[in-house]
């Protein structure tokens, strides 16, 4: 009897030195809670977050560029449009730039129109027949006292009294090829006689020789200073212009 009482002893002993072994079977029990403390998948939860941020981030950034690029375009589009009216513009001149008012009629007129400067109506300037420069003078004066080109008539009229020349045609300055084509109306501002020492014939009681300078004021706003050698002979008690040849000219504008 007591033997079989410590054999029972014996395999509750037994037993119980077993399942202390066993305890491992156990932990899969335990797993949730160790998960919870474990600090992993906190780890890739923020991860994740930051993953969505950086695809939002770029998205937001590539949408204000495009918006950026379509705005341009627009710009560019609205210039081109606006161009072609300022070349139009430059291209055909006013009724004021054809009238030749304005910095538009100086610079794009192929010919010489009114308005720029005001020259007064062209007058019969005053002689003295006695005096030969004075007949040289007023013929000079009368010569580019112009109110249209190539027309003689004119002067012709007013110089006949002194100027014993055939025709005044192959002297006039004013015609379309002459150095004053397409300047008038014009207006003699001045004139400067000199004498020639080289003169022939030599200044005598009856012949006088003179270089003059003869200042020119156009209504295209531009100056010619002519240079002429004039020749006058004493025809009884008057003076008469006999020759009259233009050396040079210069021009320059105001």
């Given at each position: 009897m007591s033997h079989n009482s410590r054999d029972e002893l014996s395999a509750f002993d037994e037993l119980n030195e077993s399942g202390s072994h066993s305890e491992p079977a156990w932990e899969p029990l335990d797993r949730p809670a160790q998960e919870q403390t474990d600090p992993a998948p906190r780890r890739r939860r923020v991860i994740v977050g930051i993953v969505v941020l950086a695809v939002v981030a770029l998205a937001v950034w590539q949408w204000f560029p495009r918006e950026d690029d379509s705005s341009q375009p627009a710009t560019a589009t609205s210039t081109e449009t606006t161009a072609p009216p300022t070349t139009s513009t430059a291209a055909s001149p006013t009724p004021d730039a054809v009238d030749g008012y304005g910095p538009q009629a100086a610079e794009e007129r192929s010919e010489p129109t009114s308005g720029v400067v005001a020259i007064a109506a062209p007058t019969n300037?005053?002689?003295?027949?006695?005096?030969?420069?004075?007949?040289?003078?007023?013929?000079?004066?009368?010569?580019?006292?112009?109110?249209?080109?190539?027309?003689?008539?004119?002067?012709?009229?007013?110089?006949?009294?002194?100027?014993?020349?055939?025709?005044?045609?192959?002297?006039?300055?004013?015609?379309d090829n002459g150095p004053m084509g397409g300047k008038a109306p014009t207006q003699t501002r001045d004139v400067e006689l000199e004498k020639v020492k080289s003169a022939k014939p030599a200044d005598s009681s009856t012949h006088r020789t003179r270089e003059a300078k003869v200042t020119v004021q156009s209504h295209t706003g531009t100056e010619t200073i002519q240079t002429w050698t004039v020749k006058a002979m004493k025809d009884g008690e008057t003076w008469k212009v006999i020759e009259a040849t233009l050396e040079s000219w210069t021009g320059k504008t105001d």
């Open positions: 300037p005053k002689v003295n027949t006695k005096d030969p420069e004075s007949v040289m003078t007023a013929f000079l004066t009368a010569l580019n006292n112009r109110e249209e080109n190539g027309e003689l008539d004119q002067v012709q009229g007013w110089t006949a009294d002194y100027v014993a020349l055939d025709s005044l045609d192959p002297i006039d300055p004013y015609t």
